[in-house]
């Protein structure tokens, strides 16, 4: 009676919400990464991007200009503005890095030597001496922001950082590295999946045995081959990723094409059909799924592939996106606005990738696993 019509049991609500929970953990970071690409350094050191559409407390650094001191009878004084861009009013302010809002606005303090700071709620202060000024002062001033959003994080960093120039030659080498391993895999099952040959189990068994060889145990001898042979520049690295994943798409396209209906197969061979004509008009348009599932796998990987492109691709006009951001990372490591950009940019193509063929991808998976 528990799987009664109309009642589900316990273990497919069990699955929906584990499924629903592992959306959601992978959906919160990158609705994260996306809103926070758009603030500026100083709203992302604030608040989290969870307070992005919120005003945040934000504390700014202003200095004095000691030309622009006017005398007043015996005294000398600076007078100007403290106001974050944005603000209409100081809640707070200080002079130490320390303690950024000790004083309320309004207040005078005393810096020493007879000198008086005065800051005002509207964000104008004076400053008050018995002798002329020599240096400038530091003014920290806390202030509510309204929330604001800007594409200038975009135009840096695709137009000044090289990110833009990384996403065309990652795309120059994620496209071909894609669809050259899918040809000849796709031969290679055919020929695995539906022809009678010699040490055809023996080849398989070759290929089930290279699943398992890491790729640094190959990388450097596969290097010095590509030296000794003249090979550089993209043709290597294309090459490099073919070789890496031709065992896989062997694999997951055989298992798929070995489970397509014999009779199919049989009858276009009485009909007089030639191989080719087989594997173009019959096999290749049957396994469509399990195509779009390692596209998806290939593509991924060598679109976030750093080592491979690394090694190959030394030179800085072919750097690809995951080396151009290792070096942001190093170099520009304080600047999160630039980096959650860079970040964003380097995932939109997979994530368009993986929604468009991710009907296909369990279904090119079970491939070969149930009979």
């Known amino acids: 009676m528990e799987n009664m019509a109309g009642k589900k049991p316990a273990l497919v609500w069990a699955v929906n919400l584990s499924a629903a929970a592992l959306v959601l953990l992978w959906l919160i970071p990158t609705v994260g990464l996306f809103v926070t690409s758009f603030r500026d350094k100083d709203q992302i050191i604030a608040s989290g991007w969870w307070n992005a559409f919120f005003s945040s407390e934000q504390t700014e650094r202003f200095r004095t200009d000691p030309d622009t001191q006017k005398q007043v009878g015996a005294e000398w004084v600076i007078e100007g503005t403290a106001l974050p861009s944005g603000s209409s009013a100081v809640s707070a302010w200080g002079t130490k890095t320390t303690e950024p809002g000790a004083n309320a606005p309004g207040a005078t303090v005393d810096m020493g030597d007879g000198v008086n700071l005065t800051v005002n709620a509207d964000g104008t202060y004076k400053m008050v001496s018995p002798t002329e000024f020599d240096d400038d002062q530091r003014i920290f001033v806390q202030a509510e922001v309204p929330p604001s959003f800007s594409l200038n994080g975009y135009s840096r960093v695709l137009m000044g950082e090289g990110i833009g120039q990384a996403f065309f030659n990652t795309a120059t080498v994620a496209i071909p590295a894609t669809i050259i391993p899918i040809l000849m895999a796709a031969f290679a099952a055919y020929a695995l999946a539906w022809m009678d040959f010699k040490a055809r189990g023996f080849l398989i068994a070759v290929i089930v045995g290279l699943l398992v060889v890491p790729l640094q145990l190959a990388l450097i001898p596969m290097k010095l081959l590509h ?15 073919s070789g890496f994943g031709l065992p896989l798409a062997i694999y997951l396209l055989r298992n798929y094409m070995v489970g397509l209906p014999r009779d199919i197969i049989e009858n276009a061979r009485v009909d007089g059909a030639t191989e080719f004509q087989i594997f173009f008009k019959i096999i290749l348009p049957l396994s469509f799924p399990a195509l779009a599932s390692f596209s998806i796998f290939q593509f991924l990987w ?70």
């Open 302 to 371: 060598t679109w976030n592939d750093l080592l491979v492109a690394k090694v190959f691709l030394p030179t800085k006009d072919q750097e690809v996106l995951t080396v151009a951001i290792a070096k942001m990372m190093g170099s520009k490591g304080g600047e999160w606005d630039l980096l959650a950009v860079a970040a964003f940019v380097s995932i939109v193509v997979p994530l368009i990738v993986f929604f468009s063929l991710q009907r296909f991808l369990v279904r090119g998976l079970l491939a070969g696993s149930v009979k």
């Open 227 to 241: 030296s000794s042979l003249g090979i550089q520049g993209f043709l290597g690295v294309w090459l490099a990723h």
